[in-house]
């Protein structure tokens, strides 16, 4: 049973570009949340999806961050005109489908670093 | 105060010798509590959960968690240089809802051979 999948690994953007990360829930699971970790600092919750919908998004920032889950295709996280501070690490997790609520536990990507040149 | 709160070490223990970590919450609605470790450059990994009151054990592993003193901690017995990593608390279920892990910054512990 494959875990949660994550591309890429490593992603470098000069600033001002975009940066697009892709996340695949594990088998079974249709719950995605992206976290994103700072050097030496915890994760940082960003948004949590459900297909086709946004259920919290409170943690992203306002200005060029965005997500979606389509009915089709793997989450996306997406960065826009990336500056310098975006630079970390970004972990998408997922929970299994009937179990949503504070007991649903969360299995965690490898990751993508982004770095910002 | 932060949310979660952790001692970010590193925890220096010989191996063989019971390593504890520890870890405090503000929000006393929080209804569930993990640990995850990670290693260096890697992602976390899902060790325990505990929701009620008390120790739950697996393995070398042992949660423990006092909802009164909002207080989780996490012991690991006959520890092994393979332990060596940065644990992370995870809380939920509180006032910031039912799905939203709120993270300490973790602490690193060391297992010295």
């Known amino acids: 049973n494959a875990g949660v999948m994550q591309n890429p690994r490593h992603l470098v953007r000069r600033r001002g570009q975009e940066a697009r990360l892709r996340c695949s829930p594990m088998?079974?699971?249709?719950?995605v949340y992206w976290y994103r970790q700072l050097p030496e600092e915890g994760l940082k919750f960003m948004v949590y999806?459900?297909?086709?919908?946004?259920?919290?998004e409170s943690g992203m920032p306002k200005e060029r961050f965005s997500a979606e889950f389509p009915k089709e295709g793997p989450s996306i996280l997406r960065i826009q005109q990336v500056v310098r501070g975006d630079s970390a690490a970004y972990f998408c997790?997922?929970?299994?489908?009937?179990?949503?609520?504070?007991?649903?536990?969360?299995?965690f990507g490898p990751g993508t670093r982004l770095t910002v040149l | 105060q932060k949310e979660v709160e952790q001692n970010s070490g590193p925890l220096s223990v010989p191996e063989g010798a019971i390593a504890s970590l520890n870890c405090t919450y503000s929000?006393?609605?929080?209804?569930?509590f993990f640990w995850y470790r990670q290693y260096s450059g890697k992602s976390p990994e899902l060790i325990m959960f505990?929701?009620?009151?008390g120790d739950k054990e697996d393995g070398r592993f042992t949660a423990q968690l006092n909802k009164a003193s909002q207080y989780v901690s996490l012991l690991i017995r006959d520890s092994q240089p393979s332990d060596s990593a940065t644990y992370l608390c995870?809380?939920?279920?509180?006032?910031?809802?039912?799905?939203?892990?709120?993270f300490g910054t973790g602490t690193r512990l060391k297992v010295l051979a």
């Open positions: 995870a809380v939920n279920g509180g006032k910031e809802g039912t799905y939203k892990y709120i």
């Open positions: 929000d006393r609605g929080s209804q569930s």
């Open positions: 505990i929701y009620s009151n």
């Open positions: 999806l459900q297909k086709e919908n946004i259920i919290d």
């Open positions: 997790a997922s929970s299994p489908d009937g179990l949503a609520g504070a007991r649903d536990t969360q299995y």
């Open positions: 088998k079974g699971h249709s719950h």
